[in-house]
């Protein structure tokens, strides 16, 4: 047995056996069995000895299939990747600078507007193109620009739509390589899944989504991480940053800090083990108030099929709609204008929808959702509202709970008073948010900020500071740090707004969210009791239509199953005694 001894240590590697979905326990071998083998003689060994050179071999491409999943980006790559976003972005910002300095010596005969279309029309489709070929998380940036129908012409906002949900897609055999190592330990998907479509029903930067049907019958969505993507990400956030840096000052915010928070969050969105954790946590967020009561749902959120969760593949529920990127289209299709009374009223229950959802999500739980782009939000049939993809999170604890309810009852009665003022600026500094030194009134600043992420559309800003983020009066252009968790809260108030801004329809983040923040108040400030956020509360397990609870389709179906079972059970029955009773005769 000394010619085994190399390979011992190979059989504490871990067997990936499927169990309802989910890869057994990894667990060590002991050497008693390999010493039964050798009572079968040579060819036992001969047998043994090539078992563990494949397993070896099999450990090794995994190790370095893991290797490379987590390595980081060569320099040279690095470099390369860097060079090709500059020499995009850098034409883009350039022409506005250049081209109107042009006009003024008479070079460029255009008009100003005629000009400016010119320069819209031709920088937005370079960097769409840039940023579709460079992937990564240059995508995710051009998701949030393509939101900002506030701020960014309509050429840029449209033609960056398209990173929402359509980038170039994986082949589907290296889809199934990975769903079947992931799920089946590398056996064949028909273990576990019916169908998988080749065809995917979403790409994005991170991951990509087929629709399949699990053995059972049920529709489901499959979630795959793309292969080599992470040193890629990683890669690129390294440069964003750098690019930040070299700015810093020119740009309307210091984005330096924001890109460092956003490269600790792509932990959570590389791993769809936490993605589960946290769509769960979503689901039981939104169906609860801040004073622990359950309700009714705003919006659905797809919940992970049980023990189908690994770190790179997630089967769900299947969300069956329209992304609200692809609204306009659609509604066209049906032969409906956004803009009529009928288009105003599916505006504001959507709106309705993602404001309730995001105002229980930070006053019941401070659990949220931060990754809220018009991918990631489906109108249903009946229009009702789904919130998929919940990799990137944040926690907002007690303290911080309390302090955006105290800004958001301060935001809604806002009267422009110093009071008021010092009050919004109080809640802002405690918040952890720092600005650089030099302000004339730094307490009008920093009620700026608060007004900017909660503030009515037509409220002026104290201090002289402009609503206009590329403005140079406004008041981000002087923000110093600005911690992830307002953030994330900020991108949810700021989509809710740019989606009122794209429907048209008057909206009040602030006032919405005001009854929420009183219950929060009451909720936190409690000296009898501590009570358990939203997601651990007992009630959280019930997750209404698509969990636990029991639906006619449900019982339907059992019903049938039970009569097929009596039927074929008394069937064999009769021709069983129909056979005694020839054999007796």
């Excluded at 860097?82 to 350039?94: H, K, N, T």
């Excluded at 008073?417 to 500094?429: F, P, Q, T, Y």
């Amino acid at each position: 047995m000394a010619f085994l001894k190399p390979y011992l240590p190979t059989l504490a590697e871990p067997s990936r056996i499927p169990v309802h979905g989910v890869p057994a326990p990894r667990t060590k071998l002991s050497h008693a069995p390999w010493k039964r083998v050798t009572h079968f003689g040579h060819k036992a060994h001969f047998l043994a000895a090539s078992l563990m050179i494949l397993t070896a071999k099999r450990t090794k491409r995994c190790a370095s299939r893991q290797a490379q999943e987590s390595a980081t980006l060569p320099p040279l790559q690095r470099l390369q990747r860097s060079l090709r976003f500059y020499s995009a972005i850098i034409p883009v910002l350039g022409q506005y600078i250049f081209r109107p300095w042009l006009r003024t010596l008479g070079v460029e005969k255009m008009g100003e507007d005629e000009l400016i279309a010119e320069m819209d029309d031709w920088g937005s489709k370079r960097l769409q193109e840039a940023l579709l070929d460079l992937g990564g998380f240059y995508v995710k940036t051009g998701q949030v620009l393509s939101t900002r129908v506030d701020l960014f012409s309509k050429p840029y906002t449209s033609r960056l739509r398209i990173l929402q949900d359509s980038l170039p897609p994986v082949d589907a055999e290296s889809i199934r390589e990975i769903v079947s190592e992931e799920l089946c330990g590398g056996g064949d998907l028909s273990e576990l899944i019916r169908e998988l479509d080749d065809e995917p029903l979403g790409t994005a930067s991170i991951a990509q989504v087929h629709r399949g049907v699990l053995n059972d019958g049920r529709e489901v969505a499959i979630k795959v991480l793309r292969p080599h993507m992470e040193p890629v990400l990683r890669g690129d956030v390294a440069n964003l940053k750098l690019f930040a840096l070299t700015l810093r000052g020119r740009l309307p915010v210091d984005y330096y800090p924001v890109f460092c928070e956003l490269e600790r969050a792509l932990d959570g969105e590389l791993d769809f083990l936490s993605e589960a954790q946290s769509a769960l946590k979503v689901a039981a967020s939104i169906r609860h108030n801040a004073l622990g009561k359950e309700l009714e749902a705003p919006l659905v959120v797809p919940l992970p099929i049980p023990g189908m969760a690994t770190r790179k593949v997630l089967v769900m529920d299947f969300i069956k709609g329209t992304p609200l990127s692809k609204l306009e289209e659609r509604a066209k299709e049906l032969g409906i204008d956004l803009g009529s009374s009928a288009g105003k009223a599916l505006g504001r229950r959507i709106l309705e929808a993602l404001t309730t959802a995001y105002g229980r999500m930070v006053f019941s739980s401070g659990f949220i959702h931060g990754d809220p782009h018009p991918g990631n939000i489906f109108v249903l049939e009946g229009g009702k509202v789904a919130l998929i993809d919940c990799g990137q999170v944040a926690q907002l604890f007690r303290e911080q709970r309390l302090l955006v309810a105290e800004a958001v009852l301060a935001a809604a009665a806002y009267d422009g008073s110093r009071g008021m003022i010092e009050l919004l600026a109080k809640c802002v500094r405690k918040f952890g948010v720092t600005f650089f030194e030099g302000q004339a009134d730094e307490d009008a600043c920093a009620a700026s900020v608060a007004l900017y992420l909660f503030g009515e559309k037509d409220v002026v800003f104290p201090g002289g500071y402009s609503k206009e983020e590329f403005s140079d009066k406004s008041p981000l252009r002087q923000l110093k740090s600005f911690p992830m968790e307002l953030v994330l809260l900020g991108r949810a108030s700021v989509l809710v707004k740019g989606v009122a801004a794209r429907l048209d329809v008057a909206w009040s983040v602030a006032k919405k969210w005001a009854p929420l923040a009183k219950d929060a108040i009451a909720a936190l400030c409690s000296e009898d009791e501590c009570r358990l956020p939203a997601w651990a509360l007992s009630s959280a397990a019930h997750q209404g239509a698509s969990g636990s609870r029991l639906r006619f389709r449900d019982a339907a179906r059992g019903c049938a199953a039970l009569v097929r079972r009596w039927g074929t059970e008394k069937a064999a029955t009769i021709l069983t005694s129909s056979s005694k009773e020839k054999s007796k005769d």
